[in-house]
């Protein structure tokens, strides 16, 4: 079964600066889907990025890219230039990329982003 | 506002009340979801249904009846329930439940069981 780990509950970041929040992964699966997932205080679920795991570009969106390390199973998201409405919970997720999968994603637990003015 | 619609937005009932929870998208798709949301736990799928029928299940307690009359709607039928069933529960849609692309989750119930 695959696993989804986020180890830092909360973290903090300056308005205008870079954060990284960190997540890594458990799968014998070699194709797969990554995603980052805002929650904010609306409680609705936004996709943030995405990222094929056959893909060794690193996607990016915007002030959201990412850092996909297949080897290390290790997927973290950077927020460049924060801005106070990046304060949210982020959730990394993963999904098998099996034909016939439906979408069935698997979470972590989530991490808390404050944004300091 | 991204086309999923969940109500009641909280909902407080005791253990032997009878409530449902209710979702509707205007996505035109043909997949809906329930997930629970615990603190401190990630997401759990709950159910998955596919063109009104159901494709999974995912070991939740039978006092979680879910209904799906149309590709639109979706509930969540709550009875008996105990305090530990107390969370967030997110509906979700997404065109194919075989295709990649993004779900679309509403903003949630609330629910407390005293």
């Known amino acids: 079964a695959q696993t989804v780990t986020q180890s830092q509950p909360e973290m903090s970041v300056q308005e205008a600066e870079t954060v990284t929040l960190s997540c890594t992964y458990d799968t014998s699966e070699s194709d797969y889907y990554l995603f980052w997932y805002k929650q904010p205080p609306s409680r609705q679920m936004i996709l943030v990025i995405r990222?094929?795991?056959?893909?060794?570009q690193n996607a990016t969106e915007n002030r959201f890219s990412v850092n996909f390390q297949k080897a290390a199973k290790s997927f973290s998201l950077k927020i460049s230039d924060s801005q106070l409405g990046d304060a949210a919970m982020y959730f990394c997720?993963?999904?098998?990329?099996?034909?016939?999968?439906?979408?069935?994603?698997?979470f972590g637990k989530g991490i808390t982003l404050s944004v300091r003015p | 506002e991204t086309g999923v619609t969940q109500t009641p937005r909280h909902l407080v009932m005791g253990m032997t009340n009878k409530k449902s929870l209710k979702c509707e998208q205007h996505l035109g798709h043909n997949a809906m979801y329930w997930y629970k949301q615990s603190a401190k736990k990630p997401l759990e799928l709950m159910f998955v249904y596919n063109f009104k029928e159901q494709t999974e299940n995912n070991s939740v307690p039978s006092r979680f009846s879910p209904e799906c009359p149309n590709s639109s709607h979706l509930f969540l039928h709550l009875h008996t329930l105990q305090p530990e069933d107390s969370a967030l529960y997110l509906c979700?849609?997404?065109?194919?439940?075989?295709?990649?692309?993004?779900?679309?989750f509403g903003s949630g119930t609330q629910l407390s069981v005293l």
């Open positions: 990222q094929e795991a056959y893909k060794q």
């Open positions: 979700a849609s997404s065109q194919d439940p075989r295709s990649i692309e993004k779900l679309f």
């Open positions: 997720a993963y999904r098998s990329a099996k034909s016939g999968a439906n979408s069935k994603l698997t």
